[in-house]
């Protein structure tokens, strides 16, 4: 029985091993999307700057922060960064061997491994240069260390617990609301044992130890947080206006499903249909499984160690509706953000399925996961390593001088994306629509130029390279103010980008 038991470790630690590599697959490129050019961009400011810059934009800075730490030590490297959002995942299946299965069994552990790193949604942002999967690892440490102080209230777990708390809600505002609930649900449950355990003894104290513990815990976290409290105010103020988040639509809700599980977004890894169908199994096979124990486990006892999973998807759930609320006001309802409490999900789906689930239908629905996995990952090796993507930076490079500009407008994203790979080179973000996004962009670029009218390009002087996305729209643009006698059209062309579908119309202009 003992060998069997130190095999299963070793079959444990195999698949660790077997879906870090799988999932850094995909990883080794340096083509970049928006997003991850942002990302890119703030990287390089100092500490202070990314508090600056970071307070204008729509995530609270921490990721930025570490990003920044890797710029000092490897300097501008994508490899290093991409290699940076991979290791949270991966720490995170290692919590599964450590953590999840010394609190919740053999079983339990190794699915959450699993499902961690063959998920395809994880596999889909092992390497994608945000923030997502730090706060997919903090809200999951933070989760366990919460349910760690309702079994066993001790220092070193209330202080843990405070630490990641903090740290996520430092890395996303979907992470901030997640700490906020939890917070509430331990302040509630220690509030009622108390009064409860007053019932049963008259001489009980109310105030408890675990009540002080909660006290000094939630004031040292809301202190930590302060400096960053009008930052997040504003940034709630900005959202309202936030073009890129539509307000909440059955579609939308369609998306998050679809995309818990695939990553499907802006870009289609896999058919939709297929997508939707593997949710479904997953979700009808765990549900399932809820079911069976809710029947077979008959003991109060018993029931209570169910508490956990309930407990997972329930906080996963109270986060959705908290921030549904909100949206019905100012919208922040979007798919991709829920990727921060994907940890909880699987949780979730780990728990159930290693208690109830049959040993047949697990095996069936882990062949699945590895095959859809599979498909998509091969497909976005194929996308990510194309050699289409390169191509518009080879053109540019080919030619670029030190003293050239390059100037885009706001709906190019290509053109903040090349900005980012020649960031010692004048940028210059033209801003037609007025936007009034000038504090928060000045991630792109050393000097980024920003304008809101051609005619700041009146006195200069030298070549100048535009990046369109649609009918060279600024080309024409500039052409038509300035005119042929002003203007010299040296060299164009057009690519399109296996990688995020990017549309690159690059002109390389003189003017006089």
């Not at 400011?45 to 729509?58: A, W």
């Not at 994880?122 to 919460?146: D, K, Q």
């Not at 029931?303 to 329930?314: P, S």
């Amino acid at each position: 029985m003992e060998s069997k038991k130190v095999n299963f470790k070793y079959i444990h630690i195999g698949i660790i091993i077997v879906g870090i590599i799988f999932i850094s697959l995909s990883i080794f490129h340096t083509s970049l999307w928006f997003d991850e050019s942002y990302s890119v961009g703030m990287a390089s400011k100092s500490f202070l700057d990314i508090y600056l810059i970071g307070g204008n934009d729509v995530h609270p800075i921490l990721y930025y922060y570490i990003l920044h730490i890797f710029y000092l030590i490897f300097g501008t490297n994508i490899y290093v960064y991409r290699l940076l959002s991979m290791i949270p995942l991966a720490i995170l299946s290692i919590i599964g061997y450590t953590h999840i299965r010394k609190d919740f069994g053999e079983k339990v552990g190794f699915l959450f491994s699993f499902f961690t790193l063959f998920l395809p949604l994880n596999c889909v942002y092992s390497g994608e240069i945000r923030m997502y999967t730090w706060a997919m690892l903090l809200v999951s440490l933070m989760a366990i260390y919460a349910y760690r102080i309702y079994i066993k209230s001790s220092y070193k777990n209330w202080i843990l617990f405070s630490i990641f708390s903090v740290l996520s809600a430092y890395t996303h505002y979907y992470s901030l609301a997640t700490a906020f609930i939890i917070n509430l649900i331990l302040c509630i449950y220690f509030i009622r044992k108390a009064i409860n355990e007053r019932k049963q003894d008259s001489t009980a104290k109310m105030y408890t130890t675990e009540l002080k513990c909660f006290t000094v815990s939630a004031i040292s976290q809301i202190l930590i947080y302060s400096p960053w409290i009008i930052c997040v105010w504003k940034q709630v103020l900005g959202l309202s206006n936030g073009f890129w988040i539509s307000r909440p639509t059955l579609k939308l809700f369609l998306e998050i499903f679809i995309f818990q599980f695939t990553g499907n977004l802006n870009v289609k890894y896999i058919n939709q249909t297929i997508a939707i169908l593997y949710g479904l199994s997953i979700l009808a096979y765990t549900i399932y499984c809820i079911v069976r124990m809710h029947f077979k486990n008959e003991k109060i006892e018993e029931r209570k160690a169910n508490n956990a999973g309930a407990w997972a998807i329930g906080i996963y759930f109270m986060v959705t509706l908290f921030i549904l609320i909100i949206s019905i006001k100012k919208p922040i309802l979007y798919p991709r953000y829920f990727l921060t409490l994907t940890g909880l999900f699987i949780f979730f789906v780990s728990f159930y399925i290693a208690n109830m689930g049959k040993k047949l239908f697990t095996v069936i629905i882990s062949i699945l996961t590895i095959i859809i996995s599979i498909t998509i990952n091969y497909k976005m090796i194929q996308i990510n390593y194309a050699k289409s993507n390169n191509a518009p930076i080879e053109y540019v490079k080919e030619d670029l001088k030190q003293d050239d500009m390059i100037i885009f407008e706001n709906e190019s994203g290509s053109g903040f994306v090349l900005s980012m790979h020649f960031d010692n080179i004048q940028n210059c973000f033209y801003d037609a629509e007025n936007w009034n996004v000038e504090p928060a962009y000045r991630a792109f670029g050393k000097n980024l130029l920003y304008i809101n009218n051609l005619d700041e390009l009146n006195d200069y002087k030298g070549r100048i390279w535009i990046v369109d996305t649609d009918n060279y729209n600024l080309y024409n643009k500039i052409l038509e103010k300035y005119g042929e006698d002003e203007i010299t059209l040296l060299k164009q062309n057009e690519f399109n980008t296996e990688y995020h579908s990017y549309r690159y119309e690059i002109s390389l202009i003189n003017k006089q």
